[in-house]
């Protein structure tokens, strides 16, 4: 059972640098978001997708990009890394009203 | 004010303790509720969702009142195991009219022997 697939697992970036995230589910789920999780923080969310085609902000958006050209996949792009990017990023899906599958975790350090 | 805001913790209690946590929220439209646990540098995974009448699973017991924005989970019996990070979650409707998960920032628990 894959679940979410969130790729790579760790990932040193240096200033100015860009890189995408992965992020795959095979359930079918209609929403994908990403989050970040910031130490003695909760989980903030950056973007969302409601389905194929449509995304939106989250609540921490700037310096990311977010594409849903599928159901199953929700790159995050990150456009010019800085060091307050530095985070655990996490990818989640979910149905409407179910709860929310996350992946194991992106760690990103930007020097 | 946070939308989702839970006891800061950390909680550290012995083994076969009772343990409970609240959790508060925001808005008033809010329409399920969970609780999620989080191992240290691992994602959170659903403990349990969070119904009207409060709801039971094993020694796991979560509570709602809607009147009062509140949310409770009671850990009975703690064993070694329990100690991790809960997190109190809200899917809020948002004005967009979708449905975002909104987290608390958790509350961090170790049980000792």
């Known amino acids: 059972n894959a679940g979410v697939t969130q790729t790579p697992k760790f990932q040193v970036l240096k200033t100015g640098q860009s890189m995408t995230l992965q992020c795959a589910q095979d359930?079918?789920?209609?929403?994908m978001s990403w989050y970040r999780q910031d130490p003695g923080m909760g989980l903030r969310l950056i973007h969302y997708s409601v389905g194929a085609g449509i995304t939106d902000q989250g609540e921490v958006p700037n310096g990311y990009n977010v594409s849903r050209s599928t159901t199953e996949d929700f790159p995050l792009r990150l456009l010019s890394a800085a060091p307050s990017q530095t985070s655990v990023y996490f990818c989640?899906?979910?149905?409407?009203?179910?709860?929310?599958?996350f992946g194991q975790g992106t760690r990103l350090t930007v020097v | 004010r946070k939308e989702v805001e839970q006891d800061p913790g950390p909680f550290n209690v012995p083994e076969g303790a009772t343990v409970a946590f609240n959790c508060t929220y925001s808005n008033s439209a809010s329409q399920s509720f969970f609780w999620y646990r989080q191992d240290c540098r691992k994602e959170p995974k659903l403990l349990m969702s969070?119904?009207?009448s409060g709801n039971e699973d094993g020694r796991f017991t979560a509570q709602l009142n809607r009147a009062s924005q509140y949310i409770s989970l009671l850990i009975r019996d703690s064993k070694l195991s329990d100690s991790a990070t809960y997190l109190c979650v809200v899917n809020i409707v948002t004005a967009g009219s979708a449905r975002q998960l909104t987290f608390g920032s958790g509350t961090q628990l170790t049980v000792l022997p």
């Open positions: 989640a899906s979910r149905s409407l009203e179910t709860e929310a599958f």
């Open positions: 969070v119904y009207s």
């Open positions: 359930m079918n789920h209609e929403y």
